[in-house]
């Protein structure tokens, strides 16, 4: 069975902090994909970046950027500079044999 | 530009209704997916498809049902709709490969009373 952790119900910071959003895995598939899905407020799940499990290079893109570690089967993300548009629920899904596996979300809010 | 869409941003029924959730992509995917959301947790599968007439169960099919008699669109069916059924719906497409990508809808949120 495969799960996702976001051990991190609710983060709030102060406009320009670095924030770091942390997600953990777990699967017994080689094969697979890990994904961040972003919520704002509006509802829509905005999807951020797809990564797969052979691919551990880190991903930078703009104030974003992704590490995947697989000996510690974790995908985090980190914001840098935050700001307050970056306040939204935040996703991290595990896709194997066709279907995605979410975790519980993290809500992050962006104090100006 | 990638569109999924939801028939309705908000719903209010009354126990006992049957509920239609309609769900349109124009991007030609085959695969679709129903979900709901609820505080805490996260996104959970309720049916999906992989091609027009198919239909399998995902995670928490009880108490819903699904059609899918064109590729593009994808409906959510409640048959007797309940108090524990109020929730956010999201439903996804992607296309069929491991890496698919899914993209969501603006989702429905349905409350029942």
């Known amino acids: 069975a495969q799960k996702v952790t976001q051990a991190q119900t609710e983060i709030s910071v102060v406009e320009k902090e670095d924030v770091t959003l942390d997600c953990v895995y777990e699967?017994?598939?080689?094969?697979?994909?890990l994904f961040w899905y972003k919520q704002p407020p509006s509802g829509e799940l905005v999807f951020l970046i797809r990564r797969n499990s052979f691919d551990e290079q880190n991903e930078i893109s703009g104030r974003y950027s992704w590490n995947f570690q697989k000996s510690t089967s974790s995908f985090n993300f980190t914001i840098t500079a935050s700001q307050v548009v970056d306040s939204a629920v935040y996703f991290c899904a595990l896709s194997s044999a066709r279907q995605l596996t979410f975790g519980s979300g993290t809500q992050l809010t962006v104090l100006p | 530009d990638v569109k999924v869409t939801q028939s309705s941003r908000y719903l209010v029924k009354r126990t006992g209704e049957k509920v239609f959730l309609e769900c349109v992509q124009d991007m030609d995917h085959e695969n679709m997916f129903w979900y709901r959301q609820d505080p805490g947790l996260g996104l959970r599968l309720i049916y999906f498809?992989?091609?027009?007439?198919?239909?399998e169960k995902g995670d928490i099919p009880e108490g819903y049902s699904v059609s899918r008699e064109k590729k593009e669109r994808f409906s959510l069916i409640l048959e007797s709709a309940s108090t524990n059924q109020t929730s956010m719906y999201l439903c996804a497409s992607s296309i069929p490969s491991l890496a698919d990508t899914q993209y969501f809808g603006p989702g429905t949120r349905l409350t029942v009373l």
């Open positions: 498809s992989y091609d027009v007439k198919m239909k």
């Open positions: 699967t017994r598939d080689t094969t697979y994909y």
